[in-house]
């Protein structure tokens, strides 16, 4: 009976938190060729090919309302050539399902503009 009744919390724990635990990826390497769809063999080039993706995915439901994005930089120097501007669409959908901006865990990332 004490297994039955863990098993049915744990279900119904899970049931609950699981989605929150889904993250995406979008990755953004100032090396790469134009042109890249943002996974880690073809990423994104510029941060503005990023940003608009994360965006168009949200606003076409391809990311659930609990599913935390991280954008990832691989290290680099990126040129910034107009403002970056972050509003309510770069920010999540809502605090279980923010979007991360943040360099991979190796290297330095450095935003440059003129």
């Known amino acids: 009976m004490k297994m039955t009744y863990w098993c049915c919390t744990l279900s119904a724990v899970l049931m609950v938190w699981a989605p929150r635990l889904r993250a995406c990826e979008v990755h953004v390497d100032v090396h790469a060729p ?3 769809d943002g996974s880690a063999a073809r990423p994104f080039h510029t941060v503005e090919e ?3 993706a994360v965006r168009a995915r949200r606003s076409a439901g391809f990311l659930g309302a609990f599913e935390r994005v991280d954008v990832v930089f ?3 120097d990126y040129r910034i050539d107009k403002t970056v501007v972050l509003d309510v669409r770069d920010s999540g959908s809502n605090e279980d399902a923010p979007v991360v901006w943040r360099a991979q865990k190796d290297g330095t ?3 440059t503009g003129g």
């Open 34 to 36: 134009q042109g890249g």
């Open 50 to 52: 990023a940003q608009n």
């Open 74 to 76: 691989a290290p680099g």
């Open 109 to 111: 990332v450095r935003f």
